[in-house]
T-cell receptor, first 113, second 113 residues
Framework: DAGVTQSPTHLIKTRGQQVTLRCSPK?????VSWYQQALGQGPQFIFQ???????QRGNFPDRFSGHQFPNYSSELNVNALLLGDSALYLC????????????FGPGTRLTVL | GNSVTQMEGPVTLSEEAFLTINCTYT??????LFWYVQYPGEGLQLLLK?????DKGSNKGFEATYRKETTSFHLEKGSVQVSDSAVYFC????????????FGDGTTLTVKP
């Protein structure tokens, strides 16, 4: 079992650009959540996807959007990048028919210049 | 809303010292509580969890007890090792799979030989 995988590992963009991050959940998991972890802080919840729909959303602007595919993998899109979007983006997967433990991926480090 | 407060770091200990990292929470209902560990450049790893009041989570010598009366979930270890040096995050998650995780800001632990 490969666990939760994310790509790319690192990414450098400039202000105003758009970025897409990808996540493959742990085998058997159907729910994907995305978190933003700024340097020196705890992860902040962005949104959660289940059955290809956004089920819950945190306090992030509409520049942050996502998608879930039929195979449960997910993408996080950020438009009009700002310097403050620089962070580690974590994907977590879980299953609706097991206990509520989330498994986290290694993250994508986004740097906005 | 839900919130988690961790003792501020950094914490520096000598090898074999006793560790306590305090964590208190505010939540509606009765969430599950977690401790995660993050090593440099990596994602989050679940260290231990407790799903109801008075439960004790334990793993790798670390322990934490879910105290509903004091809304606390303090992390303890009797004898730390250099390899325990990492950032530790306390988190809560509502007991529904739709629930997002709320994290504290993390506590950096450095163990010196």
């Amino acid at each position: 079992d490969a666990g939760v995988t994310q790509s790319p590992t690192h990414l450098i963009k400039t202000r105003g650009q758009q970025v897409t991050l990808r996540c493959s959940p742990k085998s058997g998991h159907d729910t994907v959540s995305w978190y933003q972890q700024a340097l020196g802080q705890g992860p902040q919840f962005i949104f959660q996807y289940y059955e290809e729909e956004e089920r819950q959303r945190g306090n992030f602007p509409d520049r942050f959007s996502g998608h879930q595919f039929p195979n449960y993998s997910s993408e996080l899109n950020v438009n009009a990048l700002l310097l403050g979007d620089s962070a580690l983006y974590l994907c977590a997967s879980s299953s609706t028919d097991r206990d509520n433990e989330q498994f986290f991926g290694p993250g994508t480090r986004l740097t906005v210049l | 809303g839900n919130s988690v407060t961790q003792m501020e770091g950094p914490v520096t200990l000598s090898e074999e010292a006793f560790l306590t990292i305090n964590c208190t929470y505010t939540a509606t209902g009765y969430p599950s509580l977690f401790w995660y560990v993050q090593y440099p450049g990596e994602g989050l790893q679940l260290l231990l969890k407790a799903t109801k009041a008075d439960d004790k989570g334990s793993n790798k010598g670390f322990e934490a007890t879910y105290r509903k009366e004091t809304t606390s979930f303090h992390l303890e270890k009797g004898s730390v090792q250099v390899s325990d040096s990492a950032v530790y995050f306390c988190a809560l998650r509502p007991n529904t799979n739709a629930g997002k995780s709320t994290f504290g800001d993390g506590t950096t632990l450095t163990v010196k030989p």
